[in-house]
């Protein structure tokens, strides 16, 4: 069983930082991409940042500039450096991950984390 388990998350003013993480745990055999997404009331889910396992990112146009995504694969973790924020990033934030797991037989699936309540207000 694989589990993601974000943290970081909370309150910060307009124009503030958070540094989001993602721990991926369990039976791993490989982590493929990772990445952010969020969720603000009465949106639909989209796209913060991706990273590959090689290092290769991908930003959301509004994100590019303000946020930083990395990992660190000896510790199955992906990172979110968010600056700049603005009371538009206020959401629901999830990791997601394309990992291979198992003991005897591999399967590769997409998982999620719990998310984690990013506001911003003053």
């Known amino acids: 069983q694989v589990q993601l388990v974000e943290s970081g998350g909370g309150l910060v003013q307009p124009g503030g930082s958070l540094r989001l993480s993602c721990a991926a745990s369990?039976?791993?055999?490989?982590?493929?991409?990772m990445g952010w997404y969020r969720q603000a009331p009465g949106k639909q889910r989209e796209l913060v940042a991706a990273?590959?396992?090689?290092?290769?990112?991908n930003y959301a146009d509004s994100m590019k500039g303000r946020f930083t995504i990395s990992r660190d694969n000896a510790k199955n973790t992906v990172y979110l450096q968010m600056n700049s924020l603005e009371p538009d990033d206020t959401a629901v934030y999830y990791c997601?991950?394309?990992?291979?797991?198992?003991?005897?037989?591999?399967?590769?699936?997409?998982?999620w984390g719990q998310g984690t309540q990013v506001t911003v207000s003053s």
């Open positions: 369990g039976s791993i055999f490989s982590i493929y991409a």
């Open positions: 997601n991950a394309d990992i291979s797991s198992g003991v005897a037989i591999l399967t590769r699936n997409d998982y």
């Open positions: 990273i590959t396992s090689g290092g290769s990112t």
